[in-house]
């Protein structure tokens, strides 16, 4: 029997990595559903849980296995399900039940070119925008973007513990290429490895509230067994969990989940920066998309072009205050992604009328070559 | 005669009262529903399996008696649409030692979920299962459902319906539910009896509780809500163990109630156990 943590050296592709990351985290529950490219994360749960006590299930489709993770979050549980485009565009009304009721999951989209079935075995990151918008109402998500087998496990553990300190779903947006590229993996010792779990109520069972956030504007969360009765619901709900329909319950409501993201960012928002601090001009990437574009930076310092790379890390939220502050003295911004214009968007829109701001897109299939990162560059400025 | 004496009303508690959330009554549900009758008969079944109410977990889905949930005092959980049965199996696979009710309409559960249902059903979760069956979406005001009689009229085929209704215990039976029994709401003790079997059953359990909808299908079908309960008590035979493919709901003839089926069999969290935890501790 392997331990949750199995620390060493690993040669191993994304996927198992994000599944090795979940077990260090502490994860105990997978609802999974088979789809190219994320299928390896499932197949590792099924094996790896049961090490730990853990239990993986096989749902009917990525509606139950994204259901069944909430489920299995209220028994006290840290969860996940992944998954890619066809299957995450189903898990979408169940995640904005997830963001309303307050519970903490992991969901892995390991993105494939799409429209529809796409390129099923082929990378592309144009879930980004689906990512944030996908279920209906308003909402904030936390998405994080991995670059390497190594970030897999990474920031695998990090979604869990954001998503255990703020009550929320958190993505991993990684991609094809990213999922099935193997890498050295460093997997450190247990002790080394900081995980967060949800804070528990304490105190009187009687009339519990378990949507009355505390001080960092979270609720602490019961478990099923406990005592406490909850009552969960998909409506709008006051501090009790009890349905009220009323504009000022809604807003209530809205108010609490907007802002225990919103005013959390410097704590959620994670940045890479790369010559950053004298560049003119600002290559905005993520995940594998910032492999190359760390080459493209390379490639135009050495022709005499101040240019740096901004990497996101957290993609949502956004890092809006950083771009804004940027576009004051920067000449401007290419944005480098595996779709037709997705974040260059964000970036078009928090850059303003200060700076312009690029796109240096790809339909999906492949990776953006730095030499289209380049032109586009040389053209531009 | 003088004035009728005042007679001094002394609140007497409902015997169902810790199960209820008080505070949220009265109910959403119309004069005449029968959702009420059945969710009473769950509550008494619940009550009356002596189990502490800490370790039940009640889910339903969306619709009318999707608010089951919302009115039972214990950890209870409203869902979305049809999701009702895969979130029960999160709750149960993370956490077996819960007992798992999903109290939910017809729409929900076979319509919108009926996938969930039959595999649910196929894995043997230990789970149970209280189909409110109206006939109708009741919520949204009266649209044909998977349940609908054939020829029957709702605000969607106002002309008759031109598709044939599930056999509920049929389905549950053929998908590998291990626990069938199908009641109207006014065979309250009978229901709340066999709530109570399906509770304490090892397995994925399944009643149907057929109950009317006077104001969204009694009102276009011409069936005032005391004809529906006559025919209830009037056009119901009750037959245990009777071949599920005889269970079409027919009120021109007979419908069949009863207990159609009582398996045993290995549940899914019994059989995850044995293969995957007793097994990883030794080697």
Redesign the interface.
Known sequence: ?KPAVDTGKHFINGDIACAEGAIAAGC??F?GYPITPATEVAEHMSERL??V?G?Y?Q???E???M???????????K?MTATSGPGFSLMM??V??AIVTETPCVVVNVQRGGPSTGLPTQGAQADMMQAKWGSHGDYEIIALAPSSPQEMFDLTITAFNLSEKYRTPVFIMSDEIVGHMSEKVVIPKKEAIKTISRIQPRGKKNNFHPFKPGPNGVAPMPS????????????THDEKG??VMSVDTQAEMMERLLGKIRNNLDDIIMTDQYLLDDADIVIVSYGVSSRTSYTAVDMAREQGIKAGLLRLITVWPFPDRLIKELALRVKGFITVEINMGQISREVERCAGYKAPSYLAGHPGGAVVPPEQVISIMKEAF | MGSPAVKKEVPVPHPLEDLV?ME?IPHIWCSGCGTGSVFTACLTAMKNTGIN???F?M?SGIGCSGRG??YI????????HG?A???????????P??NVIVFSGDGDLFAIGG??FI?AARRNMDITVICVNNFIYGMTGGQAAATTPHEAKSSTSMGGNPESPFNLPLLAYAAGATYVARWTMLHSRDLADSIEEAINHKGFSFVEALSPCPINYGRRNKQKPLDTLREYHANTIIKNNADPGELGIDFKQKVILGKFVDIEKPSHDEQ?HRL??E???K?
């Open positions: 029997m105990l529950f609802g049961p090490h006590g239990t299930i749902m009917e489709d509606i139950a296995a259901t069944s993770i909430l489920g299995g979050a209220w028994t006290g549980k969860t009304e169940t904005g039940l099923i067994g406990q005592g406490y009765k909850v009552h969960v619901t998909g409506l009890y349905p | 959330r949220r109410y800490d370790d977990a889910v949930a919302g005092n214990i950890d209870s959980f409203h869902t979305t999701r049965i895969p979130f029960a199996t999160g709750i149960k696979m993370a956490r030692e819960t996938n969930h595999h995850y995957y935890h097994t990883s501790t080697s």
